[in-house]
């Protein structure tokens, strides 16, 4: 689910609905529980990826973009599998002008 420290500090739900739960329910966002289906309508085929050069520990935050569905935020993770995937920080609506590259655009996974 998450946690929220405060502004700018923070990740998932929590961190999403505490940030933002006052400007999501007028783009459909109603409740926390419906936190994670605008998180999912953001990331999909056709976003474009957006590095931001921001240097983590983790390594460089992503931003994912999808004209009108919102910024999605995320930073690459490693389980004890060794295993690289990555966990959303935050997400909104608005594109806040943030200084970021063009990296990629999202694809459909191909069936097999």
């Known amino acids: 689910m998450g946690k929220h420290f405060g502004f700018s500090s ?15 329910p007028k783009w459909g966002c109603l409740s926390i529980h419906e ?5 999912a309508a953001i990331i999909c085929p056709g976003a474009q990826v957006l590095c931001e050069f921001h240097q983590t520990r983790e390594g460089y935050r992503l931003a994912i973009v999808r004209g009108a569905k919102g910024c ?7 389980d004890n599998a060794d295993i690289n995937f990555y ?3 935050t997400a909104f609506k608005v594109h806040r002008g943030r200084n970021a590259t063009r990296v990629g655009t999202l694809k459909a996974k191909k069936a097999p």
Do not use: D, R, T
């Open 10 to 24: 923070g990740f998932g739900v929590n961190h999403i609905w505490s940030g933002h739960g006052h400007e999501l």
């Open 35 to 39: 936190v994670p289906a605008f998180v």
């Open 72 to 78: 999605a935020v995320l930073s690459p993770q490693m």
């Open 87 to 89: 966990s959303v920080v």
